[in-house]
């Protein structure tokens, strides 16, 4: 398997947030294939790594980005037989978007520019969202005769309801900032200067805060959309009796009784 060059996607860790960068300004950061897996890969190292705590995928230029780049993927063996499309969607943007809907702590997205396709649902996927008054999100897929991919149709409900999220996807029509803050598609807009000190702030909070019980949180919160009433609960009850195995759990107790600020250490 190849990589994307380190150029392509810029990664750092600062005061325990794992920093994700796409870096293709040229092509409005259209994700490639490699960089696709580069992704996936920093999701999961950050999600094994104790030292990371909080999670900001953003992008450079004006794009977040554009959608997939589907040169240099694999080139598909012969001819195409049923099947393969499914394969490929499955491997292909349904991992890039498992990756952060499963990831173990908090992810924001700083959405610097353009969302669109895959780059809309990449942003959405996330658990917080600042944007940039310049940005704007578009459901471009049915301006290519093409169904929405990347867990589109499972997100858009979620956070617009079914009437808005086929309004969205029925016409393609770009979503600028505002209007997508009202829609509750973002949590946050600040002006495009402001967006990378917004979320880093964001994101050391949520790096200072108790790692597991965001964890558990964020698995609840996903988990409950998709349950009932029953499931929901008992979900609830064996994630509370897990949390109180933690340390963190312990300090936010210790630290009521004694009236003092919790010091959380992500454990």
Known sequence: MTSAPAEEVLHRIESGVSWITLNRPQAMNAVTWDQRERVIGLLAEAGADPGVRAVVV???????????????????PG?????????MIRLGAQRLITAVLDCEKPVLAAVNGTAAGIGAHLALACDLVIAAESARFIEVFVRRGLVPDGGGAYLLPRLVGPQKAKELMFFGD???AAEAERL????????DAELEATARS???????????????????????????RAAAL?????????????????EGVASFVERRSPKYLGR
């Open 58 to 76: 953003t992008a450079t230029g004006k794009g977040f980005c554009a959608g997939a780049d589907l040169r240099g993927a694999p080139a598909a």
């Open 79 to 87: 001819e195409r037989v049923a099947g393969d499309v499914a394969r």
């Open 174 to 176: 770009a979503v600028p």
């Open 184 to 191: 509750g598609l973002v949590n946050r807009v600040v002006p």
């Open 202 to 228: 964001w994101a050391e909070r949520l790096a200072q805060g108790p790692t597991r019980a965001l964890a558990l949180t964020k698995q609840l919160v996903n988990a409950s959309l998709d349950g009932g």
């Open 234 to 250: 008992a979900a609830e009850a064996t994630a509370q009796e897990i949390n109180m195995t933690t340390a963190d759990a312990n």
